[in-house]
């Protein structure tokens, strides 16, 4: 037991990965293709268990408030570390990744016919690379799972996709790396920010730990350019990869155009990696400067929840709807966040799972009709109530879970976000109208809520209500058991978290409140700071 | 007269001290062995190999020896040179040489190619270069840089009976001639200037020059001419038609070796020989006009080479032109190293620029073996559309191929990544704006680079083959290289740790060389 709880986060790394080796020499000696979704269904479902264990007592916990922290020597030369750990913001995501990919295999069962050996290779190291990404606690390692997530991502829509494949992959990749390359240049120069400080040690770092609190003791500051030019680049990443209006232009495509699993992955885990990221490191790297970007990116924020939400009223297709609601609800997300308050900033966090949960049983919906009709297309489709009557109620279930329908997880997110975003001070300062903006920003934002009942239930209405106009539909088969049997744990979760979301913010409290802190330690002083 | 007596006393007991220069002897002796073995016995190709790849080996384990053992510092009065330079380049020429006499197995067995003469011409290559990293002395420096380009002139055009190989050498040794004219000039104007050609006399006497205008010439007249052997831009314009003609194997070791050399006497020269003095008017103006030329041209060889790339249907052309791009990620660590403040800032800074030759000769090494394997008899499928949809055809060659093509691209995990991290790091901690713009440069152009990088990805595994695809039979030679390099790769992206230390070792203090 010992030897799982102290690496436990290397475990969930590294297990994926002997996973991927195990279906290659799996196809390789026996050659029976068939067999490869059970050898990457056992690999994911024994992580998510082992997972498991990071509900247990941690044990110790660092000074930083780190747990299941492991810190080895990497690359001396250049001092780079092999830092892991996780603390409340991350417990619950490497806990959703985990959980989402044995989904996801099970979403694959039939739907992938051709090269099923890369396929499932793929889908394994893309999970390792996920656990990396929300575990690493040095920037380098960091980035290195940041960009190595893309790799498995841009395969899996480029090989699996659909008949825009390529176009959508490339933009994907290049979207996301052109942002996250910038980062590497921030993150170099906060190696020797850290070498430069006065006093300090000579030897630079790329520990998240050691610089946030050089950061925290103001022992490390940054002229007013550079460290505008530092928050940017992260932010930019980061901003790319949520998508936060403008640079969402990458996801319609990349979700549509990518196999039900991979949209599953893209909008459950690799979306997150944005908000986690702006969480973690922009807002306690660069406090000063998240508080100074902060309207922008609310202001960002809800134009992408009103313009998001009205883009996907008018979609013919569902799975491009349900993209451009992802587009909604991120900036939801990003505006919790950047209300810079316990609530908003706990409900962001709580979004982030529930998108997680929401977004992607959409998504799963969505395929298994595609599976059966071969299109998504919402004009085809009309009056499956009638066949697909279990399908029709999971569908409307989740839908009222994504709108945020009180006692389903979304409105718990939702309303502690709006009621974060009311309380916030950051926009103080800024008037409307006679409003002040957070005002205005809730108001849009509660717009936003309503517009997402009349996007989905509209498509809701078109799809499973009404008449059978199409003969095609008439006979459709319903849900099978495996099909019921993956739901039937994301069904479970909106309910459980929109009843007692308890345990799951109890958890990420004393994380969030520490960079909530962090970004904003004495309320008056940013009221002054704004006002200038 | 005093003069005379030092000339006399060295006549009588030379500074002579064949363990400096061991490995370049042993690498010349094993290309000598298999050219006298060739003409008596022609057509041996395993057996000549055999003798090359024996000798590199050899070299190698002395070069690793001398990398610890007690060598004098400096030999022949100065002129050669036993740093971490010197040991690091080194490394990565053995390296490139043995890799490509592996991968030319599948081209010397399909064209039926006199492997002896190749095999000895490659030796001879190699013995420049390792010469042009060890030499002290722009003297010895030329004399390296010389063997390596007649060599290289010859292989260019070992196609005999192919138009575009014959044009591609004659293009190279015209080119190269002229090149190598204005580095000689520069030479010449530089010990105009300094009255000497030792490299570490002339650092210490830029600072109080004679001709001060000579200074400046002599160096931008070098830069030329090794801008030229680096293929950096304005000085690029040979290098797509010439590595399209030349056999691939051939391409592949031009990209990979006389680049690494070039840059290997640029650093020295550059980097040790025009280093900022304090106080020293005429060495700041010198290292200011030589730190501001080259940002411009790292800027415009990663730009052009870059954007060029894109626009090639040609994979030869293509990696062409990445390589020129590679050149300029290079010289950001060059950059990095020519303002380091101390030196062992400037050794860690000189080890990155070997380190990512290194990175880039595996990689490329090991995509151009792949390309000489799909290519067939003369190169003729290297086109974009020939390796449509191959990837689950020939699925251990497309994985190859496209972890070298994510290794040229940067991507984490991979000895690419590791190179540029290493080469922008030291520039960035100068804190200069003008090297920091040039590092911003660097990575937006990683970016533009994923284009054609993935292009090739993209071809090979989302497309599908509508023609006929047979499977490629793969020599033992070639799949020894393909492994090597797929498993350098990885292993220098993951566990670069030891081999970064290695090269960044500063000698100690009392081996540093000096003038006798």
Redesign the interface.
Known sequence: MDLITENLLSILIALPVVGALAVLGHQLFWKQEGQLKWVALVFTLINFLISLFLLADPGKVSASGFFFEQNV??????NTNYHVGVDGLSLWLVLMTTLIMPIAVLSAWNAIEK?VT?FYIFMLLLESAMIGVFVSLDL?VF???F??S??PM??LI??WGGDN??YA??KF??FT??GS??M??AI??L??AY??IPGGTAAGTFDFVVLANAIKMNTLTFAPLTGTLLFLAFALAFAIKVPLFPFHTWLPDAHTEAPTAGSVILAAILLKMGTYGLMRFNFVLFPEQSREWAPLFIVFAIIGITYGALVAMVQPDMKRLVAYSSVAHMGFIILGMFSFTEWGMQGAVYQMLNHGVSTGALFLLVGFIYERRHTRMIGELGGLANPMPIYATFFVFTSMSSIGLPFLNGFVGEFLIMLGMWKSVILDGYHMLGWNWNTVATMFAGTGVIFAAVYLLWMVQRVFFGKITNAKNRMLADLSYREIGLMVPLLFLMVFMGVYPRPFLDRTESAVTEIQKRVLPVAGGVIAEAEK | MQIDMIFFAELVTPNVSISAILPELVVALAGIVAMVYDSFVPDQRRVTAGISLAGLIVATVILGAMWTADVPASAFGGMIAHDNLRLGFSFVFLLVTALTILISTVWIENENVPAGEFHALLMFATFGMMLMASGNDLVVMFLGLETLSIATYVMAGFRKTDLKSNEASMKYFILGSFASAFLLYGMALIYGATGTTNITEIASRIADPNFPALLLIGAAMMIIGFGFKAATVPFHVWTPDVYEGAPSPVTGFMAAGPKAAAFASFLRVFVIGFPLVAGAQAAGYLHETWITALSVIAILTMTVGNVAAILQNNIKRMLAYSSIAHAGYALVGFLGAGTATDAADRDAAIASVAFYMLAYAITNLGAFGIVTLLGQKNDRRAEFEDYNGIGFRSPALAFSLSLFMLSLLGIPLTAGFMGKVLVFRPALEAGNTLLTIVVVVAVLNTAISAYYYLRLIVVMFFRERTTEWAQPRIPAGMTAALVIAVIGVLYFGIFSSGIIERFSRSMPASRVVSNR
């Open positions: 020597p990497w690359i001396k030369a250049i090269k890369a380098l980035y290195l799972f960009e190595a893309l790799i841009f395969f480029g090989v494949r390529i992959a490339v990749f290049i790396a052109l390359l910038l590497l240049v170099i120069w190696f020797y070498a430069g």
